[in-house]
């Protein structure tokens, strides 16, 4: 069973905060895959990464960036949290060739 | 550009209704077409994908490429369909899914 876990599960910062949001995964995806959900606009791809040190810019990726040393931790990196990065964010992987994805549980981060 | 319409937010029905949640797609290439469900205080997971053509909880989804449609129905509505749904589009061999605003279900007793 895939399990991908995301460091916390409510997250409450300042702005101009550094803010680190950690996800890992135990399946050895090469895919893996950031998000935030805001009500009345979906999932918005923020970054994903093919592979170890690969990424790529998602839709949204203003204000963002990430981290892949390790093949089972993708990290996202608020350099300095504003109040409308407060949001639900969620972490995905995924098998290269497979098409499901498997989401984290998500983490809240409230920007004040 | 890829996008992915699900023009209701909200969507009521009573417990053993029909239920039928619209997606509309725009894409030029051959699409990948996905409904993933996010229920209470779960993960977003995986109900469904057009290729398998499969029925999953009753549900099922059919690919209308002339109306570029992939809407969700379900015969007979149960309480436990309640959820957010959310319609998505992946590009033919491609890692990207495309998501649609979301819809969130509820079934009334």
């Known amino acids: 069973d895939v399990k991908v876990t995301q460091s916390s599960r409510y997250l409450v910062k300042r702005t101009g905060e550094k803010v680190f949001l950690e996800c890992v995964q135990d399946?050895?995806?090469?895919?893996m895959f950031w998000y935030r959900q805001d009500p009345g606009l979906g999932l918005r791809l923020i970054y994903f990464?093919?592979?170890?040190?690969?990424?790529e810019k998602g839709d949204i990726p203003e204000g963002y960036s990430v981290s892949r040393e390790k093949k089972e931790r993708f990290s996202l990196i608020l350099e300095s949290a504003s109040t409308n990065q407060t949001s639900m964010y969620l972490c995905?992987?995924?098998?290269?060739?497979?098409?499901?994805?498997?989401f984290g549980p998500g983490t809240r981060l409230t920007v004040l | 550009a890829q996008r992915v319409t699900q023009p209701e937010k909200l969507l009521s029905v009573f417990k053993g209704a029909p239920v039928e949640l619209k997606c509309n797609y725009s894409?030029?290439?051959?699409?990948?077409l996905f409904w993933y469900v996010q229920y209470s205080r779960q993960r977003l997971q995986l109900l469904l994908r057009?290729?398998s053509r499969e029925s999953i909880k009753g549900f099922t989804a059919d690919l209308n490429k002339g109306e570029t449609s992939f809407h969700l129905k379900k015969p007979f509505a149960q309480e436990e369909d309640s959820a957010m749904y959310y319609c998505?589009?992946?590009?033919?061999?491609?890692?990207?899914?495309?998501f649609g605003q979301g819809t969130r279900l509820t079934i009334n007793p």
């Open positions: 995905a992987s995924r098998l290269a060739g497979v098409d499901e994805q498997f």
């Open positions: 399946m050895d995806h090469e895919n």
């Open positions: 990464s093919y592979d170890v040190k690969m990424k």
């Open positions: 894409y030029s290439g051959s699409p990948e």
């Open positions: 057009h290729i």
């Open positions: 998505a589009l992946g590009k033919q061999g491609a890692q990207k899914l495309v």
